[in-house]
T-cell receptor
Framework: QKEVEQNSGPLSVPEGAIASLNCTYS??????FFWYRQYSGKSPELIMS????GDKEDGRFTAQLNKASQYVSLLIRDSQPSDSATYLCAVNDGTSYGKLTFGQGTILTVHP | EAQVTQNPRYLITVTGKKLTVTCSQNMNHEYMSWYRQDPGLGLRQIYYSMNVEVTDKGDVPEGYKVSRKEKRNFPLILESPSPNQTSLYFC?????????????FGAGSRLTVL
């Protein structure tokens, strides 16, 4: 069974700080990596995707991928209380395109 | 408005009573998928469909059936529900399944099996 692991948290950071969320995956052939955000009682929404090693930036969000070490991370700069949510890491192995495996999610709380 | 619509949003039923959760998308997406979400376990994939008449098992298919007769609809069928199928269910779709998996999720269906 392919596994995607996240620290469930909760991760608590002060407003304005950098929040760092981490995800490791077991399958070396994984090709596509995603971060979804889920507010309490709502459905997940995509915030970042990354496909190659290195960093990808989008506004206050930066995704980092290291395939050799099998981890992907999400940095949130200038964290805001509105960033408080559960962040889900998802991985697709590229051989079975339809199968997307999610981690259990990390709860982030940004306090004023 | 582009969306994935699930029904019912909330359902309480009893063990063994067949039920169907409907899912419909209006974005002409090829790919559709069902997930269940349980505390501490995250989202787990039940079934997915790459296109009409093409379906395949996810990680937790036991006790569920699906069909994809039309591109827009992907119902989830519980032939004989059991209490361990009490969960929050999400339907999702994307334009193509070729590794992109940029999913649009429905609002979720909370199912309780007594």
């Amino acid at each position: 069974q392919k596994e995607v692991e996240q620290n469930s948290g909760p991760l608590s950071v002060p407003e304005g700080a950098i929040a760092s969320l981490n995800c490791t995956y077991s399958d070396r052939v994984s090709q596509s990596f995603f971060w979804y955000r889920q507010y309490s009682g709502k459905s997940p929404e995509l915030i970042m995707s990354i496909y190659s090693n290195g960093d990808k930036e989008d506004g206050r969000f930066t995704a980092q991928l290291n395939k050799a070490s099998q981890y992907v991370s999400l940095l949130i700069r200038d964290s805001q209380p509105s960033d408080s949510a559960t962040y889900l890491c998802a991985v697709n192995d590229g051989t079975s395109y339809g199968k997307l495996t999610f981690g259990q999610g990390t709860i982030l709380t940004v306090h004023p | 408005e582009a969306q994935v619509t699930q029904n019912p949003r909330y359902l309480i039923t009893v063990t063994g009573k067949k039920l169907t959760v409907t899912c419909s998308q209006n974005m002409n997406h090829e790919y559709m998928s069902w997930y269940r979400q349980d505390p501490g376990l995250g989202l787990r994939q039940i079934y997915y469909s790459m296109n009409v008449e093409v379906t395949d098992k996810g990680d937790v298919p036991e006790g569920y059936k699906v069909s994809r007769k039309e591109k827009r609809n992907f119902p989830l069928i519980l032939e004989s529900p059991s209490p361990n199928q009490t969960s929050l269910y999400f339907c999702a779709s994307s334009f193509a399944a070729t590794g992109a998996n940029v999913l649009t999720f429905g609002a979720g269906s909370r199912l309780t099996v007594l």
